[in-house]
T-cell receptor, first 112, second 109 residues
Framework: DGGITQSPKYLFRKEGQNVTLSCEQN?????MYWYRQDPGQGLRLIYY???????QKGDIAEGYSVSREKKESFPLTVTSAQKNPTAFYLC???????????FGPGTRLTVT | EDQVTQSPEALRLQEGESSSLNCSYT??????LFWYRQDPGKGPEFLFT???AGEEKEKERLKATLTKKESFLHITAPKPEDSATYLC??????????FGSGTRLQVQP
């Protein structure tokens, strides 16, 4: 089955630790995205990538980093510099930039 | 700055009671508007794309329409399984999609 996988579903970390969230797609999509969702709010764009080895900052990139070494993979690292990292993180992909996006199941990160 | 506003924030319906959700947008140049359904704790599921004013799309009990200022998601004779948060997003050609904050729909049996 084609789709987007995110792992793990739940992640717990201590404050001050970096953590990497996984996102893999087998849809052969060129573009991939990371969003953050907080309760009662819409999705806010963290980073996006249109092609391998290239990525752009979104609205809330501070405290996050990404890489795009393979077309299928777009991992997100939440660094200790992110002041409020506890949130629901969603990865998405699209055939090309700005066409309809398809989402993974999400990772809920809790930092204490 | 592009803005997307969804209303109401929350809506409670009885099973079979039809209604509409609103997505109004202020953007400079709309290339497309997207509707998604999101169940609690899950990723959004793509529903529709609308590209031009006057366009309509249907899927089961849902129908999406688009004008120059807003989009409506009409729900006809809803069932409890239609309960979810419905998100709209706009494509203005500048970056990734801009999302509204969603409407939480609850359909009671």
């Amino acid at each position: 089955d084609g789709g987007i996988t995110q792992s793990p579903k739940y992640l717990f970390r201590k404050e001050g630790q970096n953590v990497t969230l996984s996102c893999e797609q087998n849809l052969n999509h060129d573009a991939m995205y990371w969003y953050r969702q907080d309760p009662g709010q819409g999705l806010r764009l963290i980073y996006y990538s249109q092609i391998v080895n290239d990525f752009q900052k979104g609205d809330i990139a501070e405290g996050y980093s990404v890489s795009r070494e393979k077309k299928e993979s777009f991992p997100l690292t939440v660094t200790s510099a992110q002041k409020n990292p506890t949130a629901f993180y969603l990865c998405a992909s699209s055939q090309r930039e700005l066409s309809e996006q398809y989402f993974g199941p999400g990772t809920r990160l809790t930092v204490t | 700055e592009d803005q997307v506003t969804q209303s109401p924030e929350a809506l409670r319906l009885q099973e079979g009671e039809s209604s509409s959700l609103n997505c109004s947008y202020t953007v400079s140049g709309l290339r497309g508007l997207f509707w998604y359904r999101q169940d609690p704790g899950k990723g959004p599921e793509f529903l529709f794309t609308l590209y031009s004013a006057g366009e309509e799309k249907e899927k089961e009990r849902l129908k999406a329409t688009l004008t120059k200022k807003e989009s409506f998601l009409h729900i006809t004779a809803p069932k409890p399984e239609d309960s979810a948060t419905y998100l709209c997003a706009v494509d203005t050609g500048r970056r990734a999609l801009t999302f509204g904050s969603g409407t939480r729909l609850q359909v009671q049996p």
